[in-house]
């Protein structure tokens, strides 16, 4: 790729809607901090470039999340991050995060989201807080705890949920009366759906009522499914690298969202997780030029119908825009 164009890519101002903070820690902070070798961070913390799925995948979060349950290091992995990205000039990010799973040392998921808010405020750059609830067996307590909680913070650093983990073991459409109880509350919501699952799970999703999913590119799989996330105006929170890595598709080139986008589907490009994915906005940008049609002014405009899709306020995202390229 020419040197003038991947300038341009460092210095376009980006937009992040679908970031785990649990799979973006800081490598360097992490290996110094713990003694770690370059291979135990890969081994703990970085999945292979081909995983057998996505549960392989997900194994990548079990020693980040045992690190993050002190103040101290919640407070770590949010400010590193903010930093991170405040260097690849994103202008707005969304970062996500189960707070039922940081509680093992004795904070409670309120004082988990309080802690991560108060950090995410101390970085200069515009963010927010979707809190997740997770897939699972007998966890469903804690899921409801996340989305009161989601409401306390509603507009003071938290903007939506999210509903995450293996989902071709707990199917979306066990989650509906989540999202009920979350439209009663008057939260916003997105969804990991058609990733490790497929065509169902998407339309579960939209049943919901999510105007944002997480992944969803199994759609190309239904022209129907398609014409219906066109038709409610639904966006996909697309994440190329990972999506290879659990073998949702085989390369950059043959990756759905090139049809996608023909398709007319609003896309938005995301890292999914900048440490267990190994990439950053960047690198998924020049990946997708590198080995698609899509062009950099194509890229230009995801990042628009990001801000677009952002859960801001109208005001909100008329100043984002105008940072815009």
């Given at each position: 790729?020419?040197?003038?164009?991947?300038?341009?890519?460092?210095?376009?101002?980006?937009?992040e809607?679908?970031?785990?903070?649990?799979?973006?820690?800081?490598?360097?902070?992490?290996?110094?901090?713990y003694?770690?070798?370059?291979?135990e961070?890969?081994?703990?913390?970085?999945?292979?470039?081909?995983?057998?799925?996505?549960?392989?995948?997900l194994?990548?979060?079990?020693?980040?999340?045992?690190?993050?349950?002190?103040?101290?290091?919640?407070?770590?992995?949010?400010?590193?991050l903010?930093?991170t990205?405040?260097?690849?000039?994103?202008v707005?990010?969304e970062?996500?995060?189960?707070?039922?799973f940081?509680?093992?040392?004795?904070?409670?998921?309120?004082?988990?989201?309080?802690?991560?808010i108060?950090?995410?405020?101390?970085?200069?750059?515009?963010?927010?807080?979707?809190?997740?609830?997770?897939?699972?067996k007998?966890?469903?307590?804690?899921?409801?705890?996340?989305?009161?909680?989601?409401?306390?913070?509603?507009?003071?650093?938290?903007?939506?949920?999210?509903?995450a983990?293996?989902?071709?073991?707990?199917?979306?459409?066990?989650?509906?009366?989540?999202?009920?109880?979350?439209?009663?509350l008057g939260?916003?919501?997105?969804i990991?759906?058609?990733?490790?699952?497929?065509?169902?799970?998407?339309?579960?999703?939209?049943?919901?009522?999510?105007?944002?999913?997480?992944?969803?590119?199994?759609?190309?799989?239904?022209?129907?499914?398609?014409?219906?996330?066109?038709?409610?105006?639904?966006?996909?929170?697309?994440?190329?690298?990972?999506?290879?890595?659990?073998?949702?598709?085989?390369?950059?080139?043959?990756?759905?969202?090139?049809?996608?986008?023909?398709?007319?589907?609003?896309?938005?490009?995301?890292?999914?997780?900048?440490?267990?994915s190994?990439?950053?906005?960047e690198?998924?940008?020049?990946?997708i030029?590198?080995?698609?049609?899509?062009?950099?002014?194509?890229?230009?405009?995801?990042?628009?119908?990001?801000?677009?899709?952002?859960?801001?306020?109208?005001?909100e995202?008329?100043?984002?825009?105008k940072?815009?390229?």
């Amino acid at each position: 790729m020419d040197n003038k164009l991947i300038e341009k890519i460092h210095n376009m101002p980006k937009v992040e809607l679908h970031l785990h903070i649990d799979g973006s820690l800081n490598v360097n902070r992490i290996k110094e901090k713990y003694n770690m070798t370059d291979e135990e961070i890969d081994n703990k913390m970085v999945a292979q470039d081909k995983c057998s799925n996505l549960n392989d995948y997900l194994i990548k979060f079990d020693f980040p999340i045992s690190i993050m349950q002190t103040k101290e290091e919640l407070e770590n992995a949010t400010i590193d991050l903010l930093n991170t990205l405040k260097t690849q000039n994103v202008v707005y990010a969304e970062l996500r995060f189960a707070p039922q799973f940081h509680t093992k040392k004795g904070l409670s998921q309120d004082e988990v989201v309080s802690i991560v808010i108060n950090a995410m405020k101390s970085v200069d750059i515009k963010s927010n807080l979707i809190l997740c609830v997770m897939r699972g067996k007998n966890n469903e307590k804690e899921n409801l705890e996340t989305i009161q909680i989601a409401k306390k913070y509603l507009n003071k650093g938290v903007c939506a949920i999210d509903l995450a983990g293996a989902e071709a073991i707990y199917k979306t459409s066990r989650y509906v009366d989540i999202f009920k109880y979350a439209k009663e509350l008057g939260i916003p919501f997105t969804i990991h759906a058609g990733e490790a699952d497929g065509v169902s799970s998407i339309e579960a999703a939209i049943l919901c009522g999510a105007k944002r999913i997480g992944h969803g590119v199994r759609a190309i799989e239904d022209d129907k499914l398609i014409d219906k996330i066109k038709e409610k105006n639904i966006t996909l929170e697309v994440c190329p690298t990972s999506n290879i890595q659990t073998c949702v598709c085989k390369d950059y080139s043959t990756h759905p969202i090139v049809k996608l986008f023909e398709k007319g589907v609003n896309i938005t490009i995301n890292t999914d997780n900048m440490t267990v994915s190994n990439t950053t906005l960047e690198k998924e940008y020049i990946n997708i030029i590198e080995n698609t049609n899509i062009t950099y002014n194509d890229i230009c405009n995801m990042n628009r119908k990001a801000i677009e899709a952002a859960f801001l306020t109208d005001k909100e995202k008329e100043e984002l825009l105008k940072k815009l390229i």
